[in-house]
């Protein structure tokens, strides 16, 4: 055996019984003689089925506790037990208590010991991104989450997600050779979108808190159930949600199947107010004075507020392949009806020659059945781990999706040390029926129409770089650098004022992020 | 039809786990911190926050939902 | 089920704190506090529960953050471990030897092996167990002092399970942190630290009563159900039994304890074994090595000079 080297092994001098460090901080032992343990006089009712035994020193054993393994047993506990006063000695130990006691007479220490309440048996995830993208968006995210176990069986959950989002976004509204004028959202003020630019909503401008919290519990060995609710608000949008779901697991739990479901329920409160689908953006320019603007302006809003609901459904499948392999199958529907559309966004309507006349704001359907499969595998190995996907999307709007997504991480020098983490994604997308990046003077106009380019045809690659390492203490520090990148495509248009203009403009993003555990 | 390919891989995945049964001891690699399936949440969860404003689908490893007004 | 009875000689009332940790009531008492003392009394509760807490937190096998799953995860690696987690080890390292290598905390394969015979009605083969057995053994990790930090190689395919010491660890360490706080606020105080059933006191006369397995008439008094009752100077008692866990195959209990040298459960082991000892740890590895030996658990006690109570009941199914 080469279990442990004889220098701390107070086990292997049972006869001295008296050890300093037991001695310091446990008088049990040396106050409690080993007869204590040995023979009690008193009480023993003992039932039918027991036996209840004071064996006396005088019995026939020879000199039992000698010879046996109690002693060393005992010294070896309390050697255990007092790991934390044998490197400190006495007067050490007094002084830690002195700060204690110095602590305990601070006024404010109830709120220090409130918070460490708090957060006791917490362990803390939190997560700083920073977000921007070329011409448009800039967002910085701040992530806190925690879980708690209530007991072995059962934990809790927490989250905290306060993202701040400035800079624009593109309306839908086609480039065009002049300057274009829009109105507001709010109907308050214009704002000129110069020639060549790709017509951006420049006071986007959300803070958005989100809380969530969960709860996990295993019923046995083979089921475990959990639920969650969820919440989020931001400026002009609220969304509340819950769910909740169950997993079984089969042949020695190498095959786990769930089955979970979620609930939502969204206010879409538009600036402004929502605007009539199809209505036409009223411009200043073109009404003789404000009251006109006015009264075009309010006939092309609806008046309260846009609401969604949502139901989905997953159903997921976890099998072990091999000692170092698994696989995930898990196949989603979701279900949304109500304000589907971006109240936002725009389509501009061109004349013979390409020139915009106006612009109407767009129309979605009032429902949306979406499915989904996504199969991961994953598989461990000495010095790293891979994780790779495939995911393909469909929905009754006529957009479908498929994406490949891997993650390898590569440890250095055990798994304690930094890791350098690969990540790579591909997305495409085909694009809704109901997608147009303009429309024409004097052809009928569709009963939906967008030129969201988000639910346009498109690609989207990812390429990413993470590092993280353990601390000394446990805790987890992790920097992630991505690069974003988006390739919309269409058919190109032959329309004069079009040319030499970027329908489908590329967006280039880069994200960074700070990841910190304490365990 | 494609629904009929999504219908297919879950069978698929049923037969091969009738294939290999790992005894418990055998798992040694499955209780690693990166082997979870929820390792890296947080990343995940600020990535498809990213994916769900910028893409048209959204979902598939969770629920797709709604919770914000970019999409 | 060990319940505290404290019936205490003095006239004083104890002073009770009941919570929930490690999937079990617990409790703590104390005796010789005086309503002046009550900010004092909080605070050791406070300090006890903490601690208790954190050594859930950081052994629990249920938990996928914990050291232990960290220790676990890396097996097959040289890993650092803590000062703490190397004088766990060191103490399973004493029970293994002094034990024979009857009590071995790396036996956790053979438990999962037989836990999921109770799920699914069927009992693992002999090829299986055997199998199993190449993957326990505590003789089998490396566990050493290197520059000043405890290093410890676990073998890849072997896990560890602090579940037959935690318990007891943290009973005793929540006393001695509230007997050293309670020494430096000066005031004398008994206290009971009662994690279900595994418990640690201060010296006082304490009563224990040991809750019946098959409780006679449930019209008489709780206390009197009480299969025994225990004079406790204080230290630590510490019980072991398949009460709650078991196997029940052609309507036998099979019990919970498993050998790690058959890798079979342990035949005509008792139904339960409570011993006394100056720590709880101590008294937990006692009562778990008492099982073990099966047949010989009282001639066992019995040689070791030790105050216990076995239990044997018969086959009874329920």
Known sequence: MQLMPASLSPASQPNEPVNHVADEVNPRLTQAKPDDYVSSSTASTSSTSSTFSTSSTSSTSPAPHRHGITAAICLSSLAMISFDASATETPAVGAADAVNDALIQVPDSDDGSLLARLIDGWAIDAALLWYREDARVQAIEGVVSGTKALSDSESINAKIVLDSLSGASASGAVAQQSAQTFTRPSGKGEYQVAAGDTPLDDTFQDTRLSLSGGWQKTLDTATKVNAGVYGSKEFDYLSLGVNGGIEWGFFKDNTTLSLSGALGYDLFDAVGGRPVPLSAMAIRKDFADEEAFWQAFDSSRERGVGDKRIGELMLGVTQILTKSTLVQFNYGLGYSSGYLNDPYKLVSVLDSGGNASHYLYESRPDSRLKQSAFVLGKTAFRQGVAEYSYRFTLDDWGLDSHTLEGRYRHYFAGKMGPYVQLHLRAYRQQGVDFFTPYLLQGEPVAPHISADYRIGDMDTWTLGLKTGWRLKDGDEIALRLEYYRQLPSGEASSLDGLQGLDLYPELNAAMLQLNYSWN | ?71 | MIETLTQSIRPLDPHRVRFQAMASDCELLFIGVSDLQAKALAELAELAITEVKRIEAKYSRYLPGSELNRINGLAGNDICIDAETAGLLQFAADGYRLSGGLFDITVAPLQRLWGFGLNEKWLPTNADVQATLEHIGFERLRFYKDKGSWRLFLPAGMSLDFGGIAKEYAADRALLLMERHAKSLGFDVAVLVNLGGDIAASRYPWQIGVEGINPVNKALERRENAAGLIGFPGGGLATSGDIKRFLLVDGKRIGHILSPQTGYPVPTAPRSVTVLAPSASAAGMLSTLAMLKGEGAEAFLDAEGLVFMVQRGEAVSN
């Open chain 2, 1 to 71: 039809m494609k629904f009929r390919t999504i219908i297919f891989f879950p069978a698929v995945l049923l037969l091969l786990g009738g294939c290999t049964t790992l005894q418990p001891w055998e798992k040694g690699e499955f209780a690693r911190e990166d082997m979870q399936l929820g390792a890296e949440a947080t990343d995940l969860a600020l990535d498809d926050h990213v994916y769900f404003s910028k893409e048209g689908a959204s979902g598939g490893r969770g629920f797709g939902g709604g919770g914000c007004g970019c999409n």
